[in-house]
């Protein structure tokens, strides 16, 4: 299989995994508004990439650049699919230390492996040694009663030694028992200055912060702190809060598309899927909040929801709902 050398890109800014949100549909809708962030999967475990049925590694050229995220902890399969990964084009493999999911402690990976640098850094080692990709490493800042500076700096410490250079830190710590994913993304505090701290002992490291952020000041109040930010929720509830990333951000001087300009320049994409035989629903559920905070955005939520998903549904629909919107 052809490998494309991938271009250079930044991590300044990114939009989180986020599971059943960030599908390939969600990305290549988010690249429209934002050239340069950098774009996550979904996590994806090497048991579904390995002996799944069907591709789970499939994306679109127009999403680069793109991270895929992966979930497990047997080295040998994660370097099998850092690997594919690179095969595939990727531009970033990312190992999930960071999700408290039931599911995910049954499989021992996700926010459980903090507990074990040991088994993270081998991890990080086989993916490096099987592809030439970045390996980059998402976490929080720490599990249940584990959450001095000493426990987070112990994981960093034996990661870094196995070449990892770039971290995301969810600046909360998750409790494994008791809360659900939802509220271990809500409940514990959020504590930036650990972040910061971070940067501060380690500045040979790429470090990315994560967790609440909501606007483009902030990430720029973080930016004097960090080297990245990484936005989940409201990237995906408000994407045109990206719209100005490029400008903001990057330097580029090309003024950001409309909002509606960012859903017209996606009939093409919804056309051809129709035309493979998909569902508009699947598409335009992740449009639903590009209108957030302006006239008629409920209308356009309202219309798109009550008709998205009825047999046959196409482009029409889109075009339909837009004319309830009074803003570009
Ligand atoms: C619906 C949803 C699914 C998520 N799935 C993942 C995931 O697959 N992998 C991961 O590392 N984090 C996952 N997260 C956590 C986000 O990546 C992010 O760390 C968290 O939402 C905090 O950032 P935010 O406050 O900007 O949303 C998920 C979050 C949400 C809301």
Redesign the pocket.
């Known amino acids: 299989m052809p490998v494309t050398l991938s271009k250079p890109f930044s991590r300044k800014f990114s939009v ?6 960030t599908d390939r549909h969600c990305r290549h809708f988010m690249r429209l508004i934002s050239n340069n962030t950098l774009l996550y999967t ?2 994806v475990t090497t048991g579904a990439i390995l002996h799944g049925r069907g591709d789970f590694l499939a994306f679109n050229e127009s999403e680069h650049p793109i991270a895929l ?1 992966l ?1 497990g902890s047997d080295p040998e399969a994660l370097a099998k699919c850092a690997k594919l990964a690179a095969e595939r084009g990727y531009d970033e493999v990312n190992l ?1 230390v ?2 408290p999911s039931d599911r995910v402690q049954n499989g021992r990976f996700g926010a459980c492996l903090m507990a074990e640098p040991a088994l993270v850094a081998q991890c990080v080692e086989q993916m490096r040694v099987a592809s030439d990709l970045p390996i980059t490493v ?1 976490t929080r800042i720490g599990i249940d009663e584990q959450d001095s500076y000493e426990f987070l700096t112990q994981l960093i410490d034996t990661v870094k030694s196995a070449g990892c250079d770039s971290f995301t830190i ?1 600046a909360r710590k998750a409790w494994l028992q008791g809360l659900s ?2 509220e271990n ?1 809500e409940i514990p505090p959020l504590d930036y200055p650990r972040v910061y701290q971070l940067k501060r002992d380690y500045p040979e490291l790429e470090i990315v912060i ?4 909501k606007t483009l000041d902030e990430c720029q109040q973080h930016l004097q702190h960090v080297d990245g930010v ?7 509830q408000n994407p045109y809060m990206m719209a100005e990333v490029d400008r903001l951000l990057f330097g580029d001087s090309a003024p950001a598309r409309t909002r509606r300009e960012v859903v017209e320049a996606m009939y093409p994409y919804i056309q051809a899927h129709l035309d493979g035989g998909g569902y508009l629903n699947h598409i335009s559920r992740h449009m639903l909040g590009i209108f957030q905070g302006m006239p008629g955005a409920r209308r356009w939520r309202r219309y798109l929801s009550e008709n998205a998903h009825k047999p046959g549904s196409g482009v029409e629909v889109v075009e339909a709902a837009l004319q309830q919107v009074n803003c570009d």
Request: glycine share 18%; proline share 7%.
């Open positions: 989180a995994p986020m599971l059943d949100w979904e996590m995220q979930g999930n960071g999700c998402k969810h994913p939802k993304r994560n967790g609440g952020i990484m936005v989940g929720r409201e990237a995906y």
